[in-house]
Structures are given as structure tokens and as C-alpha cells.
């Protein structure tokens, strides 16, 4: 029953590999489309102005349908291994009750012992069963893992970069005037200002 363990962690790793990629192109994709969602609020008086709600609307589309074309690339790849999981089972049922058949009738193996060792392999390998479905979520999380750790690298590169070469002042020398100050009244937090 072991013996099949090699070759099917070969397999298992092949439908594995395409994994990793998909979901860094669905991150990607689900970036680009709220680059455009965020785009097209954040500049709506420009959207409505030139009429270019249509072509916000397509690209935010197209990124969102790439987005969903990677997500089932990965549907696929575990569908691919919780079926694998589940032949491999399945074979290994049906060949280790064979073996234990014939073993028996050659008198080399009591009944009792042939169960015994049977179960105790079908338990050990339903454990793996068990884990197929979370398969996924756990290399989703590691690929996040791996987004947090460069988005932090990012960031203390550009904090090195700004405390190296910038400087800030410990006053501000000059005059600052507000005119035509305002509140918007949707939004009693914002000031209008014109600033000289």
C-alpha cells in the first residue's frame, strides 16, 4: 500500500505546481480592477464629464473575468487533487483487500491480522483525504504570508530611502493664508480651501 506513496506525491505535486501562479495572477487581476473602481469614483465629475462610464465599466470587467479565470484555474487544480485523493483511496481499497484475499488463501495471513493492518493503513491515509479540501486555503494564506512580507520589505526600503537624503524642517518660515474657506455639508470633516 506504501508503495504507491512516491508516485503519488509525484502527482500530487504536478497538479500542485500550477497553484502558486494563479492565485499571484488573481491578485493581480483583483488589483487591477480596483485600481479602475477606485480610479473611476475618485475622478467621477471627469467620468460623467467626457461620458466614460462605459469604458470604466469594461475594464473594470475584464479585470474582474481574468480575476475569475485564475480562480478557476484553482477550483480545478483542487478538484484535480481531491479526486486524485479519492482514486488513490479508492484503488488502494480495492487492491489491499485483493492482496489480503490472496494471502489468506495461501495461509500466510490470519483474518484478524490481515483487518488489523488493513484499517490501520486506510485510517493513515484518510488523514491525507481529510486535508485535500484545505489544501487550497493553506497555500492562500502562504502566498499572503508572502505579499505581507514584501509589502513590508517595500516599505522600510522607502523609509530608508526618505530618512536617508530628505529633510524636514523644525519650522515653517513665511506666512500661510486660507481663503474662501468652507465645510462641506455631506461631509462636515472636509475643508475647502484655497491655500497661498
Known sequence: ????????????????????????????????????????????????????????????????????????????????????????????FVVGFYFAVVLFDQGELSPGNALTTFYAALTAFQSMEAIGPQWLTVIKGKSAGQALKRLVATGTEQEDHRSGGGHRPMSCQGHIQLNSVSINVDAPHVLIANIH
Not at 461620458?51 to 479585470?63: A, F, P, T
Open 1 to 92: 500500500m506504501t508503495s504507491t506513496g512516491i508516485p503519488s506525491a509525484i502527482i500530487l505535486y504536478l497538479i500542485n505546481r500550477a497553484l502558486d501562479p494563479a492565485i499571484i495572477a488573481q491578485k493581480n487581476a483583483l488589483a487591477q480592477a480596483s485600481k479602475h473602481a477606485n480610479a473611476a469614483v475618485t475622478a467621477i465629475d471627469l467620468v460623467k464629464v467626457y461620458n466614460g462610464s462605459d469604458h470604466e465599466v469594461s475594464q473594470y470587467v475584464k479585470s474582474i473575468r481574468r480575476s475569475a479565470k485564475h480562480y478557476f484555474r484553482q477550483a480545478l487544480c483542487n478538484c484535480a487533487q481531491m479526486g486524485y485523493i479519492k482514486l488513490w483511496m479508492i484503488t488502494l
